[in-house]
Nanobody, 124 residues
């Protein structure tokens, strides 16, 4: 599975950006999809995840500001980022997990596939 992220850029605090991540293959609708970010000198962290059953998970720092969504027909997952803050500045990565045959709302700790990062810079 190949993941291609796009949509990063430079934005002022309070602004919005939408990231997109297109996946190859024909099993996208089974995957748990996610966005992660890593700022310089910090550990990578989960930002948001979307399981095939509809369950979503967000980091506390982005709840109420970011929304993850997916379009299974387009094999694409999105991250709508609103009310951006300078502390949101990071490289953002999308990742996919093959999911669970048992639990359609499975959100893992470790992901199987990773895309390249897209840089988001929020100026104050």
């Amino acid at each position: 599975v190949q993941l291609q992220a796009s949509g990063g850029g430079l934005v002022q605090a309070g602004g919005s950006l939408r990231l997109s991540c297109a996946a190859s293959g024909n099993a996208f609708n089974r995957y748990t999809m996610s966005w992660h970010r890593q700022a310089p000198g910090k550990q990578r962290e989960l930002v948001a995840a979307s399981a095939r059953g509809g369950e979503t998970e967000y980091a506390d720092s982005v709840k109420g500001r970011f929304v993850i969504s997916r379009d299974n027909a387009k094999n694409t997952v999105y991250l709508q980022m609103n009310s951006l803050k300078p502390e949101d500045t990071a490289s953002y990565y999308c990742a996919a997990d093959r999911g669970s045959d048992v639990d359609p709302n499975y959100i893992p700790l470790i992901y199987d596939y990773w895309g390249q990062g897209t840089q988001v810079t929020v100026s104050s």
